[in-house]
């Protein structure tokens, strides 16, 4: 019996999640799934050796080769035959940033790449990511 598949982090959720061929209506498509994605950026991207990504998506290098093999066959099919790519499902979880309202002084988290939320508490839209989260990068892009 093989064993339960473990959630892979992901740091990045595309805004657009269908892209197909701009001749054709109703096309067949592939299901690339988020954490496909992920490997894909943080290799071919963000030009991460595929240790540093494994240990970012927090599995192992082989567990992480399967990914990116299964997603690279996926999208050249895609573009070979003229076929729609969905972006959807998977087994992943979203990493977490810790933010602080600068009004009241809660702290919660909110999900990494999703547009930062008014305090649940006081509702003050003013906010700040928390800088001892080091796996955040809104703060980064916050920073640009």
């Known amino acids: 019996m093989p064993r339960p598949t473990k ?19 109703a096309v067949e498509e592939y299901q690339l799934k988020y954490e496909e ?3 894909m950026r943080l290799k071919d991207i963000e030009k991460l050796s595929q240790e540093q990504a494994a240990k970012l998506m927090q599995v192992s290098r082989q567990t992480f080769q399967n990914i990116i093999e299964s997603a690279r066959y996926k ?8 076929k729609a790519i969905r972006i959807e499902g998977g087994n992943y979880k979203i990493k977490e940033c810790t933010i602080q309202c600068l009004h009241c002084g809660k702290e919660y988290r909110i999900e990494y790449m ?7 508490k006081c509702t003050s839209k003013n906010t700040n990511v928390n800088q001892k989260n080091k ?9 640009a």
């Open 75 to 82: 999208v050249a099919l895609a573009l070979v035959e003229g």
């Open 114 to 120: 999703r547009d930062k939320q008014s305090c649940p």
């Open 37 to 39: 994605l992920e490997a």
């Open 135 to 143: 796996c955040c990068k809104i703060a980064e892009q916050e920073q």
């Open 7 to 25: 959630c892979r982090k992901i740091s990045y959720v595309p805004k657009h999640k269908y892209f197909k061929p701009s001749e054709v209506d």
